[in-house]
């Protein structure tokens, strides 16, 4: 009897997450498709994400306008998204999923790169400008409004005059790489903190880290 009064209180609590917007989370790496984009610093986005995934040991099956995967944190229920678009159409994928989902703006983190910080820097906001950013300014637009939660990781700027473009789509250095393992574990941390302590408190822990 007891067992199946607890087994029942489990699917009450998951059907509850499911159901429940409050207790879903949309997390979003920016990058493109294709295999000459892997391990470039546009792609961060996804290269965070399938360091969580690995760690969360959940996996992406391609779905509408994107890769998808998922997994439960400290009852939290987390929707991740590689969206497949290209990065100049970001929104589209980010809208589909909030609504499917029925995620509110505010638990939808979206993870990008930025060339105004130095690499590995970490900045989480709630609201900003789009800074430039091709993907953040088509989320801008989608959403209609510039008040979202976005983790931005530091690319740095090391590029001559005229050669941005090709900085941000090259791929890391050598010395960049060595570093890169524990700054995506860093970043890993600061999603689940997100998810679970919330944007102020993660703001206050990681920030500039």
Request: aromatic share 10%; with cysteine.
């Amino acid at each position: 009897m007891l067992k199946w009064l607890f087994k029942n209180r489990k699917e009450v609590s998951n059907l509850i997450t499911e159901t429940d917007p409050m207790k879903k989370f949309l997390v979003v790496g920016l990058g493109n498709i294709g295999t000459e984009y892997d391990d470039t610093r546009h792609n961060i986005g996804f290269k965070i994400l399938d360091a969580l995934a690995e760690e969360e040991q959940f996996s992406f099956e391609s779905d509408k306008l994107g890769s998808v995967g998922s997994f439960k944190h400290k009852g939290k229920s987390v929707v991740c998204l590689k969206p497949n678009t290209y990065m100049n159409l970001s929104g589209k994928a980010v809208k589909y999923w909030m609504d499917k989902e029925n995620i509110p703006l505010d638990h939808v983190l979206i993870i990008t790169d930025d060339l105004n910080l130095d690499f590995g820097t970490l900045r989480l906001k709630g609201k900003g400008s789009d800074g430039g950013h091709n993907g953040l300014k088509d989320i801008q637009k989608i959403l209609n409004t510039t008040t979202y939660p976005r983790f931005r990781f530091g690319v740095g700027a090391n590029y001559s005059k005229g050669k941005q473009v090709d900085f941000v789509l090259g791929k890391w250095t050598a010395q960049e790489n060595a570093l890169l393992k524990e700054r995506l574990q860093r970043s890993t941390d600061l999603i689940r903190s997100f998810i679970f302590a919330g944007i102020k408190n993660t703001m206050n822990q990681y920030n500039n880290t």
